[in-house]
């Protein structure tokens, strides 16, 4: 069965330090692969998705960024962190060519002070 | 452009009642729809989904959802709440050719169920 993880959990960071989240897919191959960020009341907003490794779409301009080194690996980064950065993040995977069904991890909650 | 719709932010129920949460999309294309359920710190689980066929769709919990096409619109229901509903809910439309599905979601709505 497909699984998907993300760490860490939690990471409370100051401003201007540097940021890696990551995630792995296990049990299936060629995913699609998203990023989304979740504030309060705002819903989810989607940051970067992947179709492919080395392949990174950008949905919102921002300072953070996206890879993905291999094909069920998928990084969330930054050089420097906002306070605007603060929020839920969420990694994602779908059938690559189906439904668009999404496979969330458990999230990793970031704090910026 | 897909657009998703949840009127309602907070929807306060009572133990045992019934209960609708409304969603609308818009789209130009065939679509496929979704319900989401995230409870505290948590990910996002799929509640049931609608690819074609029935038009009322069931899913985990006791959760259904009715598309209606001409009036764009796919509302969950529960016939009889737990306190275990307790949790937000998204809205979410699928489409897209080729590899990629493009996801759009609603800003979700949060149940409470009062004891």
């Known amino acids: 069965s497909q699984t998907i993880h993300q760490w860490p959990a939690t990471l409370v960071q100051p401003v201007g330090s540097p940021l890696s989240l990551e995630c792995t897919v296990e049990?299936?191959?060629?995913?699609?692969l998203y990023w989304y960020r979740q504030a309060a009341g705002r819903g989810l907003q989607l940051l970067f998705y992947s179709v492919g490794i080395g392949q990174i779409s950008s949905e919102v301009p921002q300072n953070l960024s996206a890879s993905r080194p291999q094909d069920r690996q998928f990084i969330l980064s930054s050089k420097k962190l906002l306070l605007s950065d603060s929020g839920f993040y969420l990694c994602?995977?779908?059938?690559?060519?189906?439904?668009?069904?999404?496979?969330f991890g458990e999230g990793s909650r970031l704090t910026v002070l | 452009a897909q657009s998703v719709t949840q009127l309602d932010s907070q929807v306060p129920v009572f133990e045992e009642a019934p209960v609708e949460l409304r969603c609308n999309y818009s789209?130009?294309?065939?679509?496929?729809l979704f319900w989401y359920v995230q409870y505290p710190n948590q990910g996002l689980q799929l509640l049931l989904k609608y690819l074609s066929g029935s038009t009322l769709v069931k899913g985990i919990n006791g959760f259904e959802a009715e598309f209606n096409k001409s009036q764009t619109s796919f509302h969950l229901r529960k016939p009889s709440v737990h306190i275990s509903d307790t949790a937000e809910y998204f809205c979410a439309v699928s489409e897209g050719s080729g590899g990629y599905q493009k996801v759009t979601f609603g800003i979700g709505t949060k149940l409470q169920v009062i004891p």
């Open positions: 789209s130009s294309v065939s679509v496929y």
């Open positions: 994602a995977w779908s059938v690559t060519g189906g439904s668009g069904e999404l496979f």
């Open positions: 049990g299936t191959s060629n995913p699609n």
